[in-house]
């Protein structure tokens, strides 16, 4: 069997995203996504993280990958490239393990958005050419580089950057009649072990390409990339995830169901002397409700919270209310409603924050999560909102199923 080892570099002082290779993406730490390419690989032997950071380690380890080494401080710097990096792996897991694997596969986490199955693909291209070094992945480039220039400084003319046989102004010519250019993606580097070793190099000589559909392209190093690509990830992409799948938006919706505490409310309570209390909502969550109705969708309440608070703004907002059932029990209600009711569960979102709203999850066609809502909903979640609970979550939800259904109306689907 060949040795495949997947080596994923995860430093600690990253500066433009702070503890960026652990903090959450989409519900699980940023490394855990790559750990998850190699993990679910079927060709990859072993997977170790490379990392200067105790608690990057630990993280890693959690989600299945070595550590079996802490990388120096002096190859974890701003400027440290990725070869000695990987020279410094290598010669650790042969020195003390006498461990040397034939090809070593590069994943970046700030590339954690893969199609589910690039890493073989990556690896087969490599085994079925004796020939190659390295392969790598590619798209199409975004920008032309036969359309840019050298700048030589402020009261200087422009040079061009490239030239093409038999055109004379590439600049100027049609993009259809220009060579096809592709940018090297960060989501994987597949090498032979020898091309490190011996040519030092995490290339070598003969690179080839691995395409991957540009929809991929995700490199991650400011807060707006963060949350551009998160919305990416819930946006239904069929992609290698830590989790479970993550569902699109059903075709068909019939009712929305929402927790109230922590959903409608921002989860907080306000108690007189009498013990009478008071909760905190957004009144923009009943704004669209009169318009899915249009579309046959309903909206209900569902909530374990016995409070009578949950049907006065039930009755406010003009939906029904189930609430009042044990705090395990929100699932068989749930079920119970639908029978009720003949309504297939596929055509039904449950709007959730706690774990007792994991039960509807799994009942429910599409399952959605509030911004702060728990570790464990955010992980579990189809989709994640932008919106707090309490501030208008449940009308960001219909504005987008809305705006579903309206693009479906004007493409005549």
């Not at 650790?92 to 954690?112: A, M, N």
Request: charged share 25%; net charge negative.
């Amino acid at each position: 069997m060949t040795e495949i080892l997947a080596i994923i570099p995860a430093r600690g002082g990253s500066k433009g995203i702070p503890r960026k290779n652990i903090r959450s993406f989409a519900g699980y730490p940023l490394i855990a996504w790559s750990i998850a390419a190699a993990k679910q690989s079927e060709l990859v032997t072993r997977v170790i993280v490379s990392t200067d950071d105790e608690e990057i380690a630990a993280v890693a380890r959690q989600w299945g990958a070595e550590t079996p080494f802490l990388r120096p401080a002096e190859l974890a710097q701003d400027k440290t490239t990725d070869l000695p990096v990987f020279e410094h792996a290598l010669k650790w897991l042969e020195d003390v393990e006498g461990y040397r694997p034939e090809i070593v596969i590069q994943l970046r986490p700030t590339s954690p958005v893969r199609p589910l199955t690039m890493v073989d693909d990556a690896i087969r291209i490599l085994l079925d050419h004796p020939d190659a070094d390295c392969v790598r992945g590619v798209v199409p480039a975004a920008q032309n580089p036969f359309k840019m220039w050298r700048f030589e400084g402020e009261g200087k003319p422009l040079s061009q950057l490239l030239e093409v046989d038999g055109i004379d102004e590439p600049y100027n010519a049609p993009r259809q009649i220009l060579p096809p250019v592709y940018w090297q993606t960060g989501h994987i580097d597949a090498i032979r072990d020898l091309t490190i070793t011996q040519k030092k190099s995490l290339t070598g000589d003969v690179i080839y390409p691995l395409l991957i559909d540009p929809k991929y392209t995700v490199d991650i190093d400011t807060l707006p990339d963060w949350t551009k690509y998160e919305a990416l990830v819930y946006s239904g992409l069929e992609m290698v995830s830590p989790g479970n799948p993550r569902r699109a938006m059903p075709e068909i919706i019939k009712l929305i169901v929402t927790d109230f505490d922590g959903v409608l409310t921002d989860g907080r309570v306000w108690i007189d002397e009498n013990g009478k209390e008071t909760v905190a909502g957004s009144r923009s969550d009943s704004m669209r409700i009169k318009q899915l109705r249009e579309y046959g969708v309903d909206v209900m309440i569902l909530s374990s919270e016995v409070n009578p608070v949950v049907s006065a703004r039930a009755k406010k907002m003009n939906i029904a209310a189930v609430h009042g059932m044990g705090l395990h029990e929100k699932g068989e209600a749930l079920k119970k409603h639908l029978t009720e009711k003949n309504i297939d569960a596929s055509q039904v979102v449950y709007l959730g924050n706690d774990f007792n709203d994991l039960p509807c999850y799994e009942i429910a066609g599409w399952s959605v999560a509030v911004a702060d809502a728990y570790p464990e909903v955010l992980q579990a979640a189809d989709h994640v909102l932008k919106t707090k609970g309490g501030f208008g979550a449940l009308r960001e939800l219909c504005d987008l199923i809305l705006k579903e259904f309206q693009e479906k109306n004007k493409n005549g689907s």
